[in-house]
């Protein structure tokens, strides 16, 4: 239901994000892939709960555009290769949950729980070479506090790889959409449009208007 109404409101792709499947042990919800999938039109991504690349080859069957690792990819980096060979760079993404620390960006996994050990910048040039498509990177410190994204993060970023990146993280408003929009390359948000605190297509007007390059049929 919710995701017939995203689409209907303009939304360009929906994210199906399992997010306590990796820390939970178990596998992404395939039933929820296949009828989601079924009833839009737009692009899908799948994450959470992808750990082999037969998981991703069963969220692909049932109906996945695109999936999304993460832990998975810190902990075998030969799964982002492998994928990007089976089924094209296009629909391979690497999830990258950052914090900042001294200074710098630190990745995180298990749902955001566990430091890898692992320079965010480093890491996001390393799926690239590997043969990530895109990236859907997650500010810890941001996300949830709708206080806007982690815009420093993004910028660094812009400067660090080739391939798109995907924002996520501390949608609050309209104008954090603009104001990420100079750095990354597509914006997700979750429980702003859950609630009905912003209205995809008014957003993107919004952001038309002020002369970000947008879908609007």
Partial sequence: ELAG???EEGADELFLLDVTATIQGRATFLKTVRDVASAINIPLGVGGGIRSVADADAAFKAGA?????????????????TLAREYGSQSTVVAIDAKKADGAWSVFIMSGKVNAGLNAMEWARTVEELGAGELLVTSIDADGTRSGY???LYRELSNAVNIPVIASGGAGEPRHFLEVLKYADAAL???VFHMGIINIMKLKAYLNEA???VRLY
């Fill in 211 to 213: 002369g970000i390059r």
């Fill in 5 to 7: 109404r995203y689409e």
């Fill in 150 to 152: 982690d815009v420093d």
């Fill in 65 to 81: 555009d695109k999936v999304s690792v993460n832990t998975a990819a810190v902990k075998n980096p030969g799964i982002v290769s």
């Fill in 189 to 191: 948000a979750a429980s």
